[in-house]
């Protein structure tokens, strides 16, 4: 069984930082391509950021280029989303999502409907 167990987020001013993990067990996580996908009260889920299985090559939401950062640590089956210089607009529902494929190669154009496990989504709230 598959389990996508986030931390991090909360509460932070208009410009600060937060960072958010995610474990996942249940599934060779090496063998997975990873994303953090968001959403705001009354939008559709946008994707924020994926890594690819070795973590070398990343993808961004132009919203969030040069202030988020993805990261994932194998070893650990844990991935990251470090958020600096945050805006009210970045505020929402932030959920770890696995890749369906397994070892895919083909990343251009990776996006949400890609993604198949999810964790229960971390609330980050940004205060101007």
């Known amino acids: 069984q598959v389990q996508v167990v986030e931390s991090g987020g909360g509460l932070v001013q208009a410009g600060g930082s937060l960072r958010l993990s995610c474990t996942v067990s249940?599934?060779?996580?090496?063998?997975?391509?990873m994303g953090w996908v968001r959403q705001a009260p009354g939008k559709d889920r946008e994707g924020v950021a994926y890594?690819?299985?070795?973590?070398?090559?990343?993808y961004y939401a132009d919203s969030v280029k040069g202030r988020f950062r993805i990261a994932r640590d194998n070893y650990k089956k844990t991935q990251y989303l470090q958020m600096n210089s945050l805006k009210p607009e970045d505020r929402g529902t932030y959920y770890c999502?696995?890749?369906?494929?397994?070892?895919?190669?083909?990343?251009?154009?990776?996006?949400?409907?890609?993604?198949?496990?999810w964790g229960q989504g971390n609330q980050v709230t940004v205060s101007s």
């Open positions: 999502a696995v890749d369906r494929t397994v070892r895919r190669t083909a990343f251009v154009g990776i996006g949400t409907d890609d993604m198949d496990y």
């Open positions: 249940g599934l060779t996580f090496e063998d997975y391509a």
């Open positions: 890594v690819t299985l070795s973590g070398y090559i990343t």
